[in-house]
């Protein structure tokens, strides 16, 4: 079965740096990948998804970029972090054996 | 627009007793639904699911009740225990271009010793 690898696990960042989140998949060829966030009582919502090396299709307008640049690597990035970029951010994949979720980054930016 | 709608944000449930999380959805083209269980700085983990063919889908403790012509889900946990607390998602699948999970935002269960 399919692992995801997420880190770091938790980010304090000051308004304006960048950003770079990293996620890797084990276990698993050729997976769709998702980024999801999660502000402070919020819900879980759909960033970005790639359903191949280079394919990135993005849910909802915002500072934000993601990259696919390995078939089992997905990253998360911002040239500019904003204070709405705060909340709980976390990698999925999904192969044969279901959706698999990592165990998330906590963002805080200040 | 919200395609998934879990109503309460909050549950309070006496340890021994049923508890009952609802969860609405929109989309006819969901094609199963899931429940997830959470603890803070922590992934979901994936507690049930049932496909949209089906109405009762039953595991251990854990029921989940689909009525399609009411675009309702309910999850109900039976008998609940103080390790149930935690926040609850309700997820729906959708396959329309790419297959997607798409959350509803979470009902905070809370088991009351």
């Known amino acids: 079965s399919q692992t995801i690898h997420q880190w770091p696990a938790t980010l304090v960042q000051p308004v304006g740096s960048p950003l770079s989140l990293e996620c890797t998949v084990e276990?698993?060829?050729?997976?769709?990948l998702y980024w999801y966030r999660q502000a402070a009582g919020r819900g879980l919502q759909l960033l970005f998804y790639?359903?191949?090396?280079?394919?990135i299709s993005s849910e909802v307008p915002q500072n934000l970029s993601a990259s696919r640049p390995q078939d089992r690597q997905f990253i998360l990035s911002s040239k500019k972090l904003l204070l709405s970029d705060s909340g709980f951010y976390l990698c999925?994949?999904?192969?044969?054996?279901?959706?698999?979720f990592g165990s998330g980054t906590r963002l805080t930016v200040v | 627009d919200q395609q998934v709608k879990q109503n309460s944000p909050s549950l309070s449930v006496q340890e021994g007793r049923i508890s009952i999380l609802n969860c609405d959805y929109t989309?006819?083209?969901?094609?199963?639904f899931l429940w997830y269980k959470k603890y803070p700085a922590e992934g979901p983990t994936f507690l049930i699911s049932?496909?949209?063919?089906?109405d009762k889908n039953e595991d251990g403790r854990f029921t989940v009740f689909l009525n399609k012509s009411a675009k309702h889900l309910s999850l109900h946990i039976v008998p609940s225990q103080p390790g149930d607390s935690a926040v609850y998602f309700c997820?729906?699948?959708?396959?329309?271009?790419?297959?997607?999970?798409?959350f509803g935002q979470g009902t905070r269960l809370t088991i009351n010793p």
């Open positions: 999925a994949c999904i192969r044969s054996g279901g959706y698999t």
């Open positions: 276990g698993t060829s050729n997976p769709n």
């Open positions: 790639s359903v191949g090396i280079g394919q």
């Open positions: 989309n006819s083209m969901f094609d199963y």
């Open positions: 049932i496909s949209s063919i089906k």
């Open positions: 997820a729906a699948n959708l396959i329309q271009g790419a297959q997607k999970l798409v």
